[in-house]
């Protein structure tokens, strides 16, 4: 009870420490805390961390700021979970300190202060010879010898090494960081269809098929080829071309139906091939540098294995049928709800476990969760924990468009990336507001943003009819806002724009009821576009990860102008957005000079890495002129 | 693991419910929390809630708003402690019945629905005959009956009464809130020093001639009397005349220079009078409706009786002198702190709670708390939570004037009423900042303001040579913004404003070192507008309560506009202040039509309660002027 000192409001701190956040190898956790006590006394602060493996805390004093608030930081530099904590405690031999050099100011006699500081410094100390016991000596020597002892600079840091740590508050309110490996934060994806890869028109793709693309995917530059589902596809109330209810013969159906005869979960579909190919197209892609991402999606087509075998995991109508999933009055009867109210759960969950850990198995390291979010949260907090325990190198997207606060709080959960309202930001403020919200709030320590401006459900009105300039632009934001970025690569690449023809925001003909055919040979103008940019993300350490981004001013609505840096300022990047896909647009852009640590005249040379074009700015404001028929925006490295 | 539904930040909570929040009775809890589920079930959540005394939870349904935020309220009836949670579950009755009228304007065959309805319902009865099982078997019955019955409005308000409640989610973070007596939210306080009240200039005033002047506070309608430390003032190192280092034999020191061979903190100085002389005081007081408030200073005077009888509790230096308080180089030697850090740290604690039931024998209830922020935190929250349980009408004002987050501290830890920064905050965006940071933050659960335009150590520079208008201008926004506000009246009253000759922000010729002759007889302008306000507030409700205030529009920059109503609009007070105490200023004013639930054309009598003059307002915005010279403000009361 003899504790003074108060901490409290301590971030990041995730709903009390219930979650933790996330970082990859050398991410700096940035920590802040009030800490103030009663009275007037000299307080410190320290900040304790240590990662799972290591025996001792680790600690930063921590620095005082405006209105009571305290900060450190410290950079996590091993994959695995960090706990860390903050101290705080009234010192008295830096209270005595400062207090000393104001009465000697003063002209007081210091006799007494310098039997007092001789005691609090024998103390603070930790041996009879170390420097503290040293200068108590000399405190309680000759009178003008000990003021001057104190007075002395090095007198200063001996207070500060020296700290009289008593009566100690602590916060340490479970407070852990997640240390995942780098991919979590830098990756680029490409989504296709395997059944879409034959080489002829009209026939069923398989897995060797996806595999001669693997060439074509690594130099186009992408690191995650994501898959949807692999398994056999259900056959009973199959959807036909278009989500038509009834399928005719040869309708291959939703991948996302999963489950029949052939098996569910486990299995693969007969047609892709066999497991071995699978894991065969998992390693050659591995050798080039790609990951192949699975698709998790937890639900049944009606002729799911699971559905006769454990009829107790799903509901039941009083007819005896099954019940299928429904947003009333619309039916989706070729897909069966799991029912996570089932008696049996802990049965279920265990299987579901099951299932992942039988892919991780196969080599797959990488899940992207279909619509996690109709499954239940503590589900799948459970269930990432139980795979990441075992499998750290694990990693799971969410795939959820919904409600803010239920995306989020699946990232709380554990979910390594997830979706993200990019796909419907299309204006300059919305796309301002919606990055300051997830890179300036605390949503960046543990939701990280991946940005499709596309998928297969989802051709976003900004797309349809829209021209090449328009899917270029749109590339060029979510490569370089987010770190994490995703294409269902084919529709864009090929720029497909013709929207549902009930005026839905989806594709015509949408690829999940139907095989498709694409000449993967064809390059254009947008091909071109990604394999640069792709490059220039590898190549540029500032373009890898999404929390270091600063908009800056321009004087037209049509640019937006973002920064983005490494720490020490080696790697500058400087993107500059032309909302305009029609008309040039041209207009002044502010160098960034606090930013940039400029503080006398400005003299940078530009260079726009799209077009290798080079500019030196000597001015605060400078002129840019962005034809989207060109490039819909530049790139610049800055050199300071 | 099968609760589906989570609740999080749920508010109000103090940190994480270490503290409780602060009600009087009458006063409602706003409670609000993110609620939601996986999937697209329908969910209910309840607001629960009980007093201590009570055996049972009452329940309020909680109501859905935006951005999955569930609102409730509930209002505090009985002094004591609540407590409060939230549960939430998922439906399935009521989701079946949103799908069923879904279904049923589609047109589908609803036999297996009504069936699948029957047994949700027979799920959520309570008894076998009540509405639900009846209902139950209907839909069991003839199939257009049954349909008919779902249909029916009187179908909703079933599934309303009987939810269908499993698997709940319980948000049980011991949640509370003390309701204190209402004059912890509504009190006019006024201090004088008893010594200052004698008939005779020059002479010692004691518990008797503070006694005689109780009629004059009573008339000016103020209902605390706080009064400084009474006790024996320390004669060792006593302070001098505007803080001299040495007295002069016949002055009387600073009464907060506490104890002497006279006694100590549980002693009355003999010059006052006797304990029972106090005691007399008080109940006489009583009889007014005056309480008398008592200044608890622990600190001591260097001839404490504490400091023979507990050396233990105070800081000794090696010379075997003790500690005095000091702010180097600065010491002040009459006061020596206490010091809490001591080993013997549980009879200090003890001694000091001992001190506080001892005043609390004698009939005091309201303590003014000197510099708590100089005392150890903890050591409050332990001292009021054992005073208030078993005296829960006394009350605790803090005097810190100090750093926003320690005066937020003290008062989440348990202090009734807090002195604030209302003194320095002159402009009126200084005042609606301020009033906003107040009502419409966090702090309005916990800290409740009491403003004061000056006290003994405060003249601020606002009143340094002002003239009246300033002196009322400053009396009327404490006394309207702020349910509990106070003066250090005398110099108030008498409009001393003349500052420090050292240019401190304090009085020249300090009472606090010297006996002051008053002439209690006279009237002025300003005691009139005490009385004035005073009895407006008494008869007005809406000026009852700090949290009620809204700012509305006004076209001038000197006119400041608050309206405060009761919840019914029974009662609606608008206050329109001229912030030029030199010349008169007019403009335009905007009538709070959303507030007022104004929807037509505006027709609103108001009637100004200081000069008696009525208008009728007929327009969205309305003229004023406003002469300092008559009235610094108008306080309208509006009738719709």
Request: charge should be negative; glycine fraction near 6%.
């Amino acid at each position: 009870m003899r504790n003074r000192v108060i901490i409290e409001n301590v971030k990041p701190e995730i709903d009390n420490g219930r979650f933790f956040i996330k970082r990859i190898p050398g991410e700096r956790v940035d920590v802040s805390a009030d800490i103030f006590s009663d009275g007037h006394d000299v307080l410190r602060a320290a900040l304790l961390f240590k990662h799972e493996n290591d025996k001792n805390w680790s600690e930063v004093p921590m620095v005082e700021g405006l209105n009571d608030v305290w900060t450190a930081a410290f950079t996590v530099e091993k994959e695995g979970f960090y706990e860390y904590k903050v101290e705080g405690w009234v010192d008295h031999l830096n209270t005595w300190y400062k207090g000393f050099l104001k009465k000697q100011e003063d002209g007081q006699d210091m006799a007494v202060e310098l039997k007092i500081g001789a005691d609090l410094l024998r103390k603070a100390a930790v041996s009879k010879t170390d420097k503290a016991s040293k200068l108590a000596k000399t405190l309680e020597g000759k009178y003008e010898a000990a003021v001057e002892a104190v007075m002395a600079e090095e007198f200063a840091a001996t207070v500060a090494e020296f700290p009289l740590r008593q009566f100690q508050t602590v916060y340490d309110n479970h407070l852990r960081v997640r240390v995942g490996r780098s991919k979590e934060l830098f990756s680029a994806w490409y989504e296709f269809f395997p059944r879409s890869t034959a080489l002829l028109p009209g026939k069923h793709g398989t897995f060797k098929d996806a595999a001669r693309l693997l060439p074509r995917i690594q130099e186009l530059g992408f690191d995650v080829l994501y898959l949807p589902p692999i398994h056999p596809v259900g056959k009973l109330n199959r959807k036909g071309k278009n989500n038509a209810v009834t399928a005719e013969s040869n309708d291959p159906g939703s991948p996302w139906a999963i489950g029949s005869e052939e098996g569910g979960h486990k299995a693969v579909a007969p047609e892709l091939g066999t497991l071995e190919d699978y894991k065969k197209l998992i390693r050659e892609a591995e050798k080039m540098g790609i990951e192949i991402a699975f698709d998790l999606a937890f639900q049944c087509a009606p002729d799911h294995p699971y559905i006769k075998e454990h009829p107790e995991w799903f509901l039941w109508r009083p007819d005896g049928t099954i019940m299928y999933a429904e947003n009333p009055p619309k039916k989706y009867q070729d897909i069966v709800p799991i029912n996570f109210e089932s008696d049996d759960w802990e049965n279920l969950w265990n299987e579901l476990k099951s299932v992942v850990l039988f892919w991780v198995e196969q080599g797959v390291k990488i899940f992207r969760v279909d619509n996690p979010h109709t499954k239940p949260f503590r589900f799948w907090d459970w269930l990432i924990g139980e795979v990441q325990r075992d499998h750290p190198d694990v990693l799971f997207l969410s795939e959820s468009f919904t409600r803010p606060k239920v995306m989020a709080e699946l990232a709380k959960g554990g979910f390594t990336q997830s979706y993200s309202y990019f796909t419907w930001r299309t204006t300059k403020k919305e796309v301002e507001e919606y990055m300051t919200e997830l890179t300036q709030t605390e949503l960046r320590e543990y939701f990280r943003p991946n940005f499709w401006p596309n998928t297969p459900d989802i051709l976003p009105y900004e797309l349809m009819g829209a021209n090449v300039n328009a899917f270029v632009k749109r590339l060029l934001m979510a490569s370089t806002l987010s770190s994490n970025y995703g294409l269902y690569g084919p529709a864009y690449e090929f720029l497909e724009n013709s929207g549902h023809t009930g005026g839905k925001e989806e594709y015509h003909n949408s690829e999940k009821y139907e095989i498709r055919h694409y000449d993967w040979t064809e390059r254009n103008r947008l091909t071109d576009i990604m394999t640069k940019i792709n490059n220039i993300r590898r190549e540029n350490p500032a373009l890898q990860t999404t929390w270091n981004i600063q908009f800056t001013r321009t004087d037209s609505d049509h640019l937006m102008s973002y920064v983005k840096t490494t720490d020490d300022l080696s790697n500058i990047i400087w993107c500059v957005v032309n909302f305009d896909t029609q008309y040039a647009q041209s207009g002044f852009v502010e160098v960034p000079k606090a930013l940039l640590k400029i503080t006398g005249r400005v003299n940078l040379k530009v260079t726009d890495l799209l077009s290798g074009e080079s500019y030196h700015w000597f001015n605060d404001w400078n002129y840019v002129e962005i034809n989207p028929y060109k490039w819909p925006a530049h790139i610049f490295k800055v050199e300071l």
